[in-house]
Nanobody, 122 residues
Framework: QVQLVESGGGLVQAGGSLRLSCAAS????????MGWFRQAPGKEREFVAA????????YYSDSVKGRFTISRDNAKNAVYLQMNSLNSTDTAVYYC???????????????WGQGTQVTVSS
């Protein structure tokens, strides 16, 4: 069992930056693919970014590519999402997820955090 806790969300002006953190406990995540998803009001949860167990491979949705960076520190059992050049379309609850392998769909992940709100004001 893996417990995930996100932090770092908040209110930021358009063009600003935020860094989300995801702390894992219960078991090591060093062998797991990790992902970030987001869900805006009235919309389905969507893929944002993912990283392989080693950190050697990263994946991004087209909407965040070039602006967001996913990274991980297996020694700290943590995953991060650096978000730059934020705009109003990035407003959502952001979720961290862990899975057996890297995936792009919600159903490919087994463990989820409770989410952290990111609000971008224009």
């Amino acid at each position: 069992q893996v417990q995930l806790v996100e932090s770092g969300g908040g209110l930021v002006q358009a063009g600003g930056s935020l860094r989300l953190s995801c702390a894992a406990s219960g078991r090591t995540i060093r062998s797991h693919g990790m992902g970030w998803f987001r869900q805006a009001p009235g919309k389905e949860r969507e893929f944002v970014a993912a990283i392989s167990w080693s950190g050697g491979s990263t994946y991004y949705s087209d909407s965040v590519k070039g602006r967001f960076t996913i990274s991980r520190d297996n020694a700290k059992n943590a995953v991060y999402l650096q978000m730059n050049s934020l705009n109003s379309t990035d407003t959502a609850v952001y979720y961290c997820a862990a899975g057996i392998r890297v995936g792009f769909r919600v159903d490919e992940y087994d463990w989820w955090g409770q989410g952290t709100q990111v609000t971008v004001s224009s």
